[in-house]
């Protein structure tokens, strides 16, 4: 089967995946709001994949009682973090945070709650390990996921500021004390030089 435009589009670039959860009911305009929201992240996927039935306790929700819970599946083009996302949401649907939870769709709870597969007698008699997943946690957290992040972050601000006009100053190689030229003579050895110097002149 041949790839589609999308299928190109998400293979050529980073793109940000997120799942967005939100707890008790959401009408057709608060739906159109939230797309509308994400826009301002430059929305790539936006589709509604699921709408659990009223529970005593939701999951992913310890704090909310007898409801239902709506989940979007959301790519964007533009950097972001859940955190903010979570904080820029709740503002703008006027709806308490703790009613939204927006995760990477690869996080390791989102795997958990994921269809698991069946397999024929004891999962200790398997080696390998099958059903456990392979996953690279850098890819959600830690220092090299801030480092990409925030690299990220700086490349769309030059972007941006090259776009307006603005002229960019150029970056030189960092330096530290270590690099600059070294007095590599102890103070003793060199008291001791002019000491010399100066008996050879008879001074």
Same mark, same amino acid.
């Given at each position: 089967?041949?790839? $589609?435009?999308?299928?190109? /589009?998400?293979?050529?670039?980073?793109?940000? =995946?997120?799942?967005? &959860? #939100?707890?008790?009911?959401?009408?057709?305009?608060?739906?159109?709001?939230?797309?509308?929201?994400?826009? &301002?992240?430059?929305?790539?996927?936006?589709?509604?994949?699921?709408?659990?039935?009223?529970?005593? /306790?939701?999951?992913?929700?310890?704090? #909310?009682?007898?409801?239902?819970?709506? #989940?979007?599946?959301? $790519?964007?083009?533009?950097?972001?973090?859940?955190?903010?996302?979570?904080?820029?949401?709740?503002?703008? /649907?006027?709806?308490?945070?703790?009613? #939204?939870?927006?995760?990477? =769709?690869?996080?390791?709870?989102?795997?958990?709650?994921?269809?698991?597969?069946?397999?024929?007698?004891?999962? /200790?008699?398997?080696?390998?390990?099958?059903?456990?997943?392979?996953?690279?946690?850098?890819?959600?957290?830690?220092?090299?996921?801030?480092?990409?992040?925030?690299?990220?972050?700086?490349?769309?601000?030059?972007?941006?500021?090259?776009?307006?006009?603005?002229?960019?100053?150029?970056?030189?190689?960092?330096?530290?004390?270590?690099?600059?030229?070294?007095?590599? $003579?102890?103070?003793?050895?060199?008291?001791?030089?002019?000491?010399?110097?100066? $008996?050879?002149?008879?001074?």
């Amino acid at each position: 089967m041949s790839k $589609t435009f999308k299928d190109y /589009l998400f293979e050529s670039k980073k793109m940000y =995946p997120f799942k967005v &959860k #939100i707890a008790g009911e959401i009408t057709s305009d608060q739906e159109g709001t939230l797309k509308t929201l994400l826009d &301002k992240y430059q929305v790539v996927e936006f589709k509604k994949s699921a709408k659990t039935p009223v529970q005593a /306790l939701p999951l992913d929700f310890p704090r #909310i009682q007898n409801a239902e819970v709506s #989940i979007w599946d959301v $790519t964007l083009d533009y950097p972001v973090t859940a955190f903010e996302l979570i904080n820029y949401l709740g503002n703008g /649907l006027r709806i308490n945070e703790q009613r #939204i939870v927006v995760r990477n =769709p690869n996080e390791p709870s989102e795997e958990y709650q994921r269809p698991s597969e069946t397999y024929d007698g004891a999962l /200790l008699n398997d080696p390998n390990y099958k059903e456990s997943p392979n996953e690279d946690f850098n890819n959600y957290y830690g220092d090299k996921y801030n480092a990409s992040f925030v690299k990220a972050l700086n490349d769309d601000l030059k972007a941006q500021r090259k776009a307006r006009g603005e002229v960019i100053p150029t970056e030189g190689v960092a330096q530290t004390t270590n690099d600059l030229p070294q007095n590599n $003579t102890s103070p003793v050895l060199k008291s001791k030089n002019i000491g010399i110097a100066k $008996t050879a002149n008879g001074k």
